[in-house]
């Protein structure tokens, strides 16, 4: 059972990044998806988060507008779109998947990824 983000990178200002969050051992399908982000010297903070079935998707205030969500059933894989990305964006993104929740707080995750870094820079 594991999640693998893999899409990170480099990239300038007001450009956009796909990251994937690929599952295994499990169905993403019935599971509410968490993207977390990490940058040095702070706190983890969750960036996008939605219910199981995405009945309901939080949004950073930052974020919101910038920063969408899809789904792959097939591929057993979410993404990240983010697009006009700034500096501030840069961070180590997470993926996680738990069964039930709203917002990216209150019940644990259930499975998380590693991380993919993203750095956004001229």
């Known amino acids: 059972v594991q999640l693998v983000e893999s899409g990170g990178g480099l990239v300038q200002p007001g450009g956009s990044l796909r990251l994937s969050c690929a599952a295994s051992g499990f169905n993403l399908d019935y599971y509410g998806i968490g993207w977390f982000r990490q940058a040095p010297g702070k706190d983890r903070e969750g960036v996008l988060c939605?219910?199981?079935?995405?009945?309901?998707?939080y949004y950073l205030n930052s974020v919101e507008g910038r920063f969408t969500m899809s789904r792959d059933n097939a591929k057993n894989t979410v993404y990240l779109q983010m697009n006009d990305l700034k500096p501030e964006d840069t961070a180590i993104y997470y993926c996680a998947a738990r069964s039930s929740g709203t917002g990216c707080g209150g019940r644990p995750y259930d499975y998380w990824g590693k991380g993919t870094q993203v750095t956004v820079s001229s």
């Open positions: 939605t219910t199981v079935k995405d009945t309901n998707t």
